[in-house]
């Protein structure tokens, strides 16, 4: 059974920090990337990587703000959130393929066959 777990949201004030989790079982991924939904609004990329480093992609709206990381197993991925604002306010999901995704892949949810049920980021001013 494949699963994506995802750990690590709640509620900060601007400028905090945080950092989320993601963790994968039941199949071998190659991609995996965080995506986030705010209310209102369509899901975006916020970050993604293939696990083996080669390529990431962050959104320009996060860049030198967040950054994406895995474990050595490749099971686990991270999000480190910094200098966080209201407007990073969403439900952020984990997101994996099992191909190695190409930059330009990354930023499209359909590109991703599996996804996590989602952690909610609040960011009060």
């Known amino acids: 059974q494949v699963q994506l777990v995802e750990s690590g949201g709640g509620l900060v004030q601007a400028g905090d920090s945080l950092r989320l989790s993601c963790t994968a079982s039941?199949?071998?991924?190659?991609?995996m990337g965080w995506f986030r939904e705010a209310p209102g609004k369509e899901r975006e990329l916020v970050a993604a990587?293939?696990?083996?480093?080669?390529?990431?992609r962050y959104a320009d709206s996060v860049k030198g703000r967040f950054t994406i990381s895995r474990d050595n197993a490749k099971t686990t991925m991270y999000l480190q959130m910094s200098s966080l604002k209201p407007e990073d306010t969403a439900i952020y999901y984990c997101?994996?393929?099992?191909?190695?995704?190409?930059?330009?892949?990354?930023?499209?949810?359909?590109?991703?066959?599996?996804w996590g049920q989602g952690t909610q980021v609040t960011v009060s001013s």
């Open positions: 997101a994996a393929d099992t191909r190695g995704l190409i930059w330009s892949s990354l930023s499209d949810q359909r590109s991703f066959g599996s």
């Open positions: 039941g199949r071998t991924f190659s991609t």
């Open positions: 990587m293939r696990l083996s480093g080669s390529t990431i």
